[in-house]
């Protein structure tokens, strides 16, 4: 463990918040495509088409355009963006595969401040969170 310092404890909650505000852009983007595509074929029985979904690779290329033009998504880091989407592709994934179950589907919730509590950075080797003098051995931040 860690402890942190005033500031350190600030940015970290600037961060999450960050992260829970895209989470939740991802989930509106979602469903404002479902819902264009509802209202344009409508009595349709058909399943929602895949393709009309926005991969994780599409989505890692709008935020990086959105980094380039917003200067306060500029201040988050791209390895905790990508987690962040990488965390919302697991959630459709998991949504998609409980309807193709038949249990219930729980569409996936919006998520607030509180209810973000971690950050995520794929591929993530030791060197990016060491303890100083502690070798490679993972530590957490509480």
Sequence with gaps: ????????????????????EMYNACLESWKGSYAWWREHNPGVDA??????????????RMFTQVRGEDDRWAGLDTKVGRGVICRFDRTRKA?????NTARKAGFPRFKSRRR??????????ASMVRAPGEGGRWWRLR
């Design 47 to 60: 399943k929602f088409p895949r393709d009309r979904n926005l991969s994780r690779y599409d989505l890692m």
């Design 116 to 125: 973000w509590p971690s950050i995520e950075i794929p591929n993530a080797s």
């Design 1 to 20: 463990t860690a402890k942190l310092s005033p500031a350190q404890h600030r940015r970290l909650d600037e961060i999450l918040g960050w992260s829970a």
């Design 95 to 99: 949504f998609y595969d409980r309807c």
